[in-house]
């Protein structure tokens, strides 16, 4: 086992890591408290929380060569994005701040004919700038939608900008005035990382190989592309070969949609569509274009909040079930808010169903499947009735349960999931996914406002990730589903626990069996609550795992979580029975035997600590 250190990427040595090693109760306060002696040694951190280091080195420049010195930026893929992240501001920032917005759109310099063979790229960036004072309110923005462009887009463009082959262009209107308004597993596990040796996408950089370079795949790729990825390789050291980006796309929906469970190399040859008939989600008329990729599963929310805007007007939405933090934030901040229930019980869905009997009307119920970090399952049978009863749509957060042990698409409107998570498992990539329901009522207004609201922002290389993660991700979950239920058994039968949170165990199993696939399992998230807080902090600063934010990873990650996620509201989140010194197990592909070792051996140290005290 890595002995991970305070503020080392999690996995080790790795450029593009999602989680950052938090060892210890205290650095995890100290995180929160934004103490020097945690947030100085940080290496890098959750991507919607913690800039990357990529990003805020290409923002500086940006600031250096376009903008006042004493300025900030934030940086995003599209104009139109960055247009929405500045309505955002204009709602919520003093006028000092909003005076101070400038907003600066980069291409590529097509007058260069160096350019040429990035073109298919698209590598854009749009800079949010504003004041330091801005800082708070550019970064709800950043956090709470996933909208901000990824360490790998950033590394790129930087490197593209500091060879003059990114330039400013006004035709999108560089300045805003803002007008003042308040407010052990599988083969695949085995290997190294490709981010292996800190490669960057400067000039320098190691060259490190494509996911799929030895597939003999190619000769009829047109020659644009072929331009493209010798460009790539010849100028910045990098072998991405581009013409492998729309067949990983591909590939990618066809798993998310069930029709593809195979691990198989990529081809050239798309699938043929009559395939996606047979799938997991037993909708014989899903298509792969039902299927909608993001840069993070944050995004695919925010993204499908704004599209039942877009198609039913500003209702009110529900939260159903207490939410992963921003999901909560988006419905409250983007729109007319939201009703909230936060227990996801049967009382709870006796009060809405009076309040539609009532005349009230809402946009949407929103709700995770399995809720984090409780576990709990939410009655979609009954709320699947009330929304064909009262009209409103339904989105599942599928993150949890993972659509390889459950199928929630019968029951929703719209199904999303962050692929970040157990689909990747690596913990070297960002990613979502929505899927739109092709038999929901509001599909037809969905994908009309899918043609021309949603950009497709998801960079080409974090697609070549996330593709050569998921190939076996069917068969990880399988083992980590196995090895999760060990866990979830040898701290169910310790006396120093007081509550064990896991869908099998939980009082809403009968919700979860509902939805469960038949070679299905319950999951790889257990969350656990000790009698005393001392116990708790004993555990988990003994227990031999990786230690930080995230889930889904290949590899076990422990958290204490509600501290993470909820510092600033304990009191609050305590009322749904969340408990402030819960600790949250991510479950991973190591043995089983050795895990049952590490996990009695940190309880024998809880317990020996309980003694002393």
């Known amino acids: 086992m890595h002995d991970f250190v305070l503020g080392e990427s999690i996995p080790p040595d790795t450029e593009h890591a999602v989680s950052v090693s938090l060892p210890t109760w205290r650095s995890n306060v100290g995180y929160e408290e934004g103490e020097e002696w945690v947030v100085g040694s940080m290496t890098t951190g959750y991507p919607r929380f913690f800039i990357h280091r990529s990003i805020q080195a290409f923002a500086k420049d940006i600031v250096a060569k376009h903008a006042r010195p004493d300025s900030i930026a934030f940086l995003f893929p599209t104009p139109k994005i960055a247009a929405r992240c500045v309505s955002f501001i204009r709602t919520c920032a003093p006028p000092q701040i909003l005076a101070s917005l400038q907003v600066i759109h980069l291409v590529l310099d097509a007058a260069n004919p160096q350019s040429r063979p990035l073109q298919s790229l ?109 460009f790539l390789e010849e100028r910045f050291g990098r072998n991405l070969d581009v013409s492998f980006v729309e067949p990983a796309k591909s590939a990618i929906k066809r798993r998310i949609a069930g029709a593809l469970t195979t691990d198989r190399e990529l081809t050239a040859s798309p699938v043929p569509e009559q395939d996606m008939k047979s ?43 207490f939410p992963y933090v921003d999901t909560l934030k988006i419905l409250q901040k983007f729109g007319p808010g939201c009703v909230f229930y936060g227990n996801a019980s049967e009382s709870e869905l006796d009060d809405l169903e009076k309040r539609l009997q009532g005349g009230e009307r809402f946009l949407g119920l929103f709700c995770e499947f399995p809720g984090n970090p409780l576990l709990t399952c939410p009655n979609l049978v009954r709320i699947r009735q009330l929304a064909d009863t009262y009209d409103f749509a339904v989105v599942v957060d599928e993150t949890i349960g993972t659509f390889a042990n459950i199928n929630v698409l019968q029951y929703a409107d719209i199904v999303v999931s962050s692929l970040t998570k157990i689909f990747s498992g690596d913990c070297n990539v960002m990613g979502g996914s929505a899927i739109f329901n092709p038999n929901s009522r509001y599909y037809s207004s969905l994908k009309s406002f899918a043609r021309s609201g949603y950009e497709d922002t998801y960079w080409p290389e974090d697609v070549m990730f996330m593709e050569r993660n998921s190939r076996d991700f069917a068969t990880r979950v399988d083992r980590i589903n196995a090895n999760a239920e060990a866990i979830a058994d040898v701290l169910r039968a310790n006396i120093l626990i007081k509550d064990v949170f896991y869908p099998r165990y939980n009082e809403s199993r009968e919700n979860y069996e509902v939805c469960k696939l038949s070679g299905g399992g319950y999951g790889g998230l257990v969350s656990v609550v000790f009698h005393k807080k001392d116990q708790a902090v004993a555990f988990y600063d003994a227990v031999a795992t990786a230690k930080g934010p995230s889930l889904g990873t290949n590899f076990t990650l422990t958290s204490p979580y509600v501290l993470l996620a909820h510092y600033q509201e304990l009191e609050w989140a305590a009322q749904f029975g969340v408990d402030p010194d819960l600790i949250r197990i991510s479950v991973g592909l190591e043995d089983t035997d050795y895990l049952v070792h590490v996990f009695k051996s940190a309880l024998e140290v809880a317990a020996a600590a309980t003694v002393t005290r």
């Not at 274009?289 to 939405?317: C, Q, T, W």
Request: charged residues 20%; contains cysteine.
């Open 279 to 321: 799938n997991t989600r037993g909708i014989v008329n899903l298509r792969e274009e039902d299927v909608y990729l993001f840069p993070a599963g944050m995004n695919a929310i925010f993204n499908a909040h704004r599209a039942l805007l877009g198609v039913r007007g500003h209702l009110k939405s529900i939260n159903f079930g």
């Open 122 to 230: 698209s590598p854009s960036v749009s800079a949010v700038i504003s004041s330091k004072e801005g800082f708070p309110f550019l970064k709800q923005y950043w956090q709470h939608t996933g909208d901000g462009i990824s360490s790998r887009r950033a590394e790129f463009c930087h490197g593209l900008f500091r060879d003059g082959l990114l330039h400013k262009d006004d035709s999108h209107g560089n300045y805003v005035v803002a007008s003042p308004k308040q407010c052990k597993g599988p083969r695949r596990y085995q290997r190294p990382s490709l981010d292996a040796g800190n490669p960057t996408m400067a000039p320098s950089a190691t060259k490190t190989q494509s996911p799929d370079r030895d597939s003999g795949v190619g000769s009829d790729i047109p020659e644009s592309l072929q331009e493209t990825s010798r």
